[in-house]
């Protein structure tokens, strides 16, 4: 299966709100509520910041949100912070076979 | 606190086999419902998800890579061990471990990666 797939790159002014958007198929994206999504600053480690497309775990801020619709989910960073900028990437778990896919990634810049 | 450290060469020439692996601490794959993955990264390029083991369900593979990957575990050593056949210049990218549970659908937290250059 092809990666989920997600815009090359959004940008957003300081304290201004930006959505990604993460669209699959009704093999993935659709049928399950497993989304998740990773922040990656350049050079760095994946981070976590949501699970089971709206959870957030300890530790990341609430202006982090996700949200699904249909075959496609949604990331919104609220209050942008230049600390925002970074690449974002959203997972999918897909099912027995293919289990899990990741989108192409999105680089978030912050003007 | 869990931590996970990949580890194994920086440079493998083409149609050799990698072995990478990935000490862990902070939980044991003797638990029921553990598990670690292991996720690439080409240089610029999106993440994609290799293999998972866990501590009492078996391994899980990218279909499209099945034949190639095999993962094991040394519950001893609380490491886990990803080999790769056959590599090519296009295998080139940063190899992480991260921790899993068994029954969630995310990864977290993830090792520092390793970069792993194929090349002649």
């Known amino acids: 299966q092809s990666a989920l797939t997600q815009p090359r790159s959004v940008s957003g002014s300081p304290g201004q709100s930006v959505t990604i958007s993460c669209t699959g198929t009704?093999?993935?994206?659709?049928?399950?509520?497993?989304v998740s999504w990773y922040q990656q600053h350049p050079g760095k480690t994946p981070k976590l910041i949501i699970y089971?497309?709206?959870k957030r775990p300890s530790g990341v801020p609430d202006r982090f949100s996700g949200s699904k619709s249909g075959n496609t989910a949604s990331l919104t960073i609220s209050g942008l912070q230049a600390e925002d900028e970074a690449d974002y990437y959203c997972?999918?778990?897909?099912?027995?076979?293919?289990?899990?896919?990741f989108g192409g990634g999105t680089k978030l810049t912050v003007l | 606190q869990i931590t996970l450290k990949e580890s194994g060469p920086t440079l493998v020439k083409p149609t050799q086999t990698l072995t990478l692996t990935c000490t862990f601490s902070?939980?044991?794959?003797?638990?029921?419902?553990?598990?670690v993955a292991w996720i690439r990264q080409p240089p610029g390029k999106a993440l994609e998800w290799l293999a998972l083991?866990?501590?009492?369900?078996?391994?899980r593979y990218n279909p499209s890579l099945k034949t190639r990957l095999t993962i094991s575990k040394d519950t001893s050593k609380n490491q886990v061990v990803l080999t790769m056949t056959t590599m090519d210049p296009v295998d080139t990218a940063t190899y992480y471990c991260?921790?899993?549970?068994?029954?969630?659908?995310?990864?977290?937290?993830w090792g520092q990666g390793t970069l792993v250059t194929v090349s002649s």
């Open positions: 083991i866990y501590s009492t369900d078996g391994e």
């Open positions: 089971d497309v709206t």
């Open positions: 009704s093999s993935n994206v659709g049928v399950y509520n497993y």
């Open positions: 902070g939980f044991s794959l003797t638990t029921d419902t553990m598990g």
């Open positions: 997972c999918s778990y897909a099912g027995t076979y293919t289990h899990w896919l």
């Open positions: 991260a921790h899993h549970v068994q029954f969630s659908n995310w990864f977290d937290p």
